[in-house]
């Protein structure tokens, strides 16, 4: 995407997991937007449910991707400058730690690391599911890569299995400090 004055911004993936949170996700993209990002948002397959899919292709401007394309098909999105990972469950950390590509969000994450890409993911789940050593050591393991993990920082809870469903806002302008710090952008 071309600025006002016909410079290309730079490009941000949003990638999305399946958790209640996600609902929130337009915050981060317009937060994005402010700053100057082109941003396009993937989703999980399941989270893709949670999410406002036309409200999120009017504030990015591109589709809503949560499948892989068909191999003779162009791409639709520009190619990522940095990643935002958010909420991401237990299920894609272990996942991606594992370079598991088996949704277009964890096969975009897996490549990112390869790419060298600037990575910030914000984990989002219960205390029972983050407990778990796999889970641990997978953060562990994501921040020897460069990946800025933001977990269990001030302001961001993680609640108890027996709460239910996870409904602390994600912190979407920590994610995007982060980002910042990482791309040199702010």
Not at 56 to 69: C, F, I, N, Q
């Amino acid at each position: 995407m071309r600025d006002a004055e016909g410079m290309t911004a730079p490009v941000l993936y949003v990638i999305v997991c399946a958790c209640p949170p996600a609902r929130g996700v337009g915050e981060l993209v317009g937060l994005a937007k402010e700053r100057g990002w082109d941003t396009c948002v993937l989703t999980t397959p399941s989270a893709r449910r949670f999410v406002d899919v036309e409200e999120l292709v009017a504030l990015t401007g591109h589709p809503v991707r949560s499948e892989y394309k068909h191999p003779d098909e162009p791409d639709v999105l520009p190619p990522a400058d940095a990643v935002i990972v958010a909420p991401a469950t237990v299920n894609t950390i272990n996942k991606w730690a594992a370079g598991i590509c088996d949704t277009l969000a964890l096969g975009v994450l897996v490549e990112g690391i390869g790419l060298g890409l600037p990575i910030v993911a914000v984990p989002s789940s219960n205390r029972a599911h983050t407990s778990h050593p796999a889970f641990v050591e997978n953060i562990a393991r994501l921040r020897s890569w460069g990946v800025t993990v933001i977990w269990e920082t001030g302001g961001y809870p993680v609640h108890d299995p027996a709460t239910g469903s996870n409904t602390a806002p994600i912190p979407w302008k920590a994610a995007l400090d982060a980002i910042a710090v990482k791309t040199g952008s702010g």
